[in-house]
């Protein structure tokens, strides 16, 4: 009786209207499970379900094939770079989980940022681990000019797309001819652009398939035996820690376990914090190719986002809370790549040992401790283990004629 009460409780409070579960109906199993977690814990659980549909009002052609075709040819083509030989795959390698192994990233030189997994960055609310863009278009052009990345330069990638023959091919069939009337500075801007939307358009479809962990949510859901047997116990454990006591939830939360937003998680440094979200916000607000620019789709939605981001001091030294989807398989991490391994990441949130010096004045303070036990420990990362999804499908790879 007190579970189908609370159940009605969560049904209003997560907009669950189509939980039909009763308690009378559901198994021994589930009732095991109810009991375990707290209401709130459950809700939380509940709340990671169903992954939503990407969308980007700004790039009308986000949802399109032809573009998806020239995004893809376009992800792989080291021609797009300064030397010739660097591609985003370079960094961001479908082989490991669309990210390259490294602490830093190499491009040209190397970069002072990890290189982040591109699963599910269609879901990202803004791009970056300072969030300087907020399209998946607008990121795209940044890595294709930055001098110690790829080197390329427009002008450059604009006469490559309208000439190389397979290339020039793809684009006429997703964006038509290239505007005749431009002067050719404007006619490269315009080509550059259209080259953003449409690796937009691939990465769009860079999104996690369902985990054990999604199964065993979907048998919370449904009662069903063998989904609620899809996740071991030890995970089951570090499952009640993330989304309880251990208060990870706090920011990593939602489907994609991540609340989109930016903080400070005391990461050992030298000196003051670095500018972080405060700059990234000044620079997505002065970026010609953000989304309330003359190359939007949808200028009034563009504006609408922008429309509300302030810069505050507090902002330094926060970085956005990256999507834990796959993370077993994203090592190392952080926005400076500085743990190597998640044992070393649940060590950090554990001790918080190698953070830096706290002043008394702190106010934005978040993260106590958590003094996890090393059972815990192990129940966190199996956990953390379990949001591992299947490798990605083979219309991701590289087209077969492609050498990258
Ligand atoms: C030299 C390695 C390198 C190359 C080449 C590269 N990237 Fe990246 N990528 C990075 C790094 C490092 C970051 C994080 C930079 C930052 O946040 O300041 C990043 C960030 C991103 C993000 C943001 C993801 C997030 O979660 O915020 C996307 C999307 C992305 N890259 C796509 C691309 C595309 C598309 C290309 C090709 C046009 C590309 N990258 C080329 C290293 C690279
Ligand atoms: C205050 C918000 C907050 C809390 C609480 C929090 N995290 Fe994080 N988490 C972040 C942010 C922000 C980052 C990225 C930090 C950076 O790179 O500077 C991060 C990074 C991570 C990463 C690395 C991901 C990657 O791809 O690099 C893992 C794993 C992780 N957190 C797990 C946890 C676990 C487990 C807990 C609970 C013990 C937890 N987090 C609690 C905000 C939080």
Redesign the pocket.
């Known amino acids: 009786m007190r579970i189908v009460a609370s159940l009605t409780v969560l049904a209003v409070a997560g907009g669950l209207a189509s939980f039909g579960l009763r308690s009378e109906s559901a198994g021994p199993q589930w009732q095991a499970l109810r009991a375990q977690f707290s209401d709130q814990e459950w809700a939380r659980l509940l709340r990671t379900a169903d992954l939503p549909a990407p969308s980007d009002p700004t790039n009308k052609v986000f949802h399109d094939d032809a573009a998806f075709r020239l995004g893809r040819a376009?992800?792989y083509e080291k021609r797009?770079?300064g030397n010739g030989e660097?591609?985003?795959?370079?960094?961001?390698d479908p082989a490991r989980d669309w990210t390259?192994g490294k602490a830093?990233?190499?491009?040209?030189e190397q970069?002072?940022?990890?290189?982040?997994?591109?699963w599910n960055?269609a879901l990202?609310r803004?791009?970056?681990?300072?969030?300087?863009?907020d399209s998946?278009w607008s990121?795209?052009?940044?890595?294709?000019e930055?001098p110690?990345?790829?080197g390329g330069n427009r002008e450059e990638v604009a006469e490559l797309v309208l000439t190389d023959p397979d290339l020039r091919a793809l684009y006429l069939e997703a964006f038509g001819p290239a505007p005749q009337e431009l002067s050719a500075t404007l006619t490269a801007e315009r080509v550059f652009v259209q080259v953003?939307k449409a690796?937009?358009a691939?990465?769009g479809r860079i999104l996690t398939a369902a985990t054990p962990f999604d199964q065993f949510v979907s048998g919370l859901q449904t009662g069903d035996p063998e989904d609620l047997a899809a996740l071991d116990p030890l995970a089951i454990v570090g499952a009640k820690l993330f989304f309880g006591e251990a208060g990870c939830h706090l920011c990593h939360h939602g489907p994609l376990l991540s609340d989109m937003e930016f903080h400070d998680v005391e990461l050992p440094r030298e000196g003051a914090p670095e500018p972080a979200r405060h700059a990234g916000v000044g620079r997505l607000l002065t970026d010609p190719f953000n989304g309330r620019g003359q190359h939007s789709d949808d200028v009034e939605a563009g504006r609408e986002r922008l429309a509300y981001l302030n810069r505050t001091p507090h902002q330094r030294g926060e970085w956005?809370t990256?999507?834990l989807r796959n993370v077993a398989r994203t090592a190392p991490y952080m926005?400076n790549g500085v743990y190597a391994s998640l044992d070393e990441v649940l060590e950090h949130y554990s001790t918080l040992s190698d953070a830096p010096a706290r002043s008394h004045t702190d106010a934005k303070r978040v993260l106590e401790a958590g003094q996890f036990d090393g059972s815990q420990l192990q129940a966190l990362k199996a956990f953390l283990q379990s949001l591992s999804s299947p490798p990605p499908p083979s219309e991701l790879l590289p087209p077969l004629d492609s050498d990258s």
């Open positions: 376009l992800f797009l770079s660097l591609s985003c795959a370079s960094c961001h390259d830093l990233a190499v491009g040209l970069v002072d940022k990890h290189t982040p997994s591109l960055s990202n803004w791009q970056f681990w300072d969030g300087r863009a998946l990121q795209a052009l940044q890595p294709i930055h110690k990345e790829m953003g690796l937009a691939f990465e956005k990256p999507g926005h």
